[in-house]
């Protein structure tokens, strides 16, 4: 893991939790119910960053961030996700 890798890493494990008892184990921002599933499709489907700070007020910047190198390690692991292919 490299030293950005590395500061990343600790970025996210102090502000994303999992646990069986909230929102049935799905990584969640400490202290809420927001999952980071939930932060990437909003962001996904054109959400600000600001609309989703307004929307939900125990979020930050900070938080969205976590969201982002969580998904961004997550997606390192060594799987193949396979796409159906689209008739053209």
């Known amino acids: 893991m490299t030293r950005t890798n590395s500061k990343k890493h600790r970025l996210f494990k ?39 700070i307004a929307a939900h007020p125990r979020l930050t910047r900070e938080g969205i961030q976590a969201a982002l190198a969580f998904a961004a390690e997550a997606l390192r692991a060594d799987v193949v996700y396979p796409f159906p292919e689209v008739a053209r």
């Open 14 to 52: 102090n502000i994303i939790q999992s646990k069986p008892s909230i929102m049935m184990g799905k990584p969640v921002i400490v202290g809420t119910r927001i999952t980071v599933e939930s932060i990437l499709e909003k962001l996904a489907a054109g959400e600000t960053v600001e609309q989703l």
